[in-house]
């Protein structure tokens, strides 16, 4: 169990950075159960809709909304050699720009970044490319930062072209 830190606003944006590397790096290898541990006990990931990105996940029928036991269950299958729209797993290369600490709110910090990511997949000859941004709510915890919160807002007007969404934005 990771403890909250009252020293919220003393995390750089270098840090914050280096963070969402780090963790792109894990995604990109497929070292899902390290990703893991980047996460709090109660994380929650999203992916709104195009025509709502500021929805509510309660009201509005999202493309991703997981709470942390849903995000372990995720990771248990996409795993699993038998979870066909991942195996082989997906080749994927992701790009983290223009990051920001863009304020707090208690105890969490709030970063904005975008991304770009490209998915490559075995018998398709052109890659997907996922387009949007993240807005985070990161806890600094004792064991450093963690996140809390991920909305992965994507840029597309439609989803159906990019295919499938199964792996993790």
Do not use: Q
């Not at 699993?80 to 208690?106: K, L, Q």
């Not at 597309?156 to 993790?168: C, D, K, P, Y």
């Amino acid at each position: 169990m990771t403890k909250p830190i009252d020293h919220a606003s003393t995390v750089t944006r270098d840090e914050v950075e280096d963070f969402l590397y780090h963790e792109a790096d894990l995604l990109d290898r497929w070292k899902l159960d390290d990703w893991l541990g980047l996460l709090t006990d109660d994380a929650s990931y999203y992916v709104p809709p195009n025509d709502k990105p500021e929805g509510d996940h309660r009201f509005t029928l999202f493309t991703v909304a997981d709470d942390i036991v849903r995000l372990r269950e995720r990771i248990i299958r996409l795993k699993d050699p038998n979870c066909h729209a991942e195996f082989p797993p997906s080749r994927t290369r992701r790009m983290i720009s223009n990051v920001r600490i863009t304020g707090t709110e208690g105890d969490l910090i709030l970063v904005s970044a975008n991304f770009a990511i490209y998915r490559y997949r075995r018998n398709e000859t052109v890659p997907r490319l996922f387009v949007g941004c993240y807005r985070h709510k990161f806890k600094l915890t004792d064991a450093g930062l963690k996140i809390h919160e991920r909305r992965a807002i994507l840029d597309a007007e439609e989803l159906g072209a990019m295919g499938a969404v199964s792996f993790l934005l």
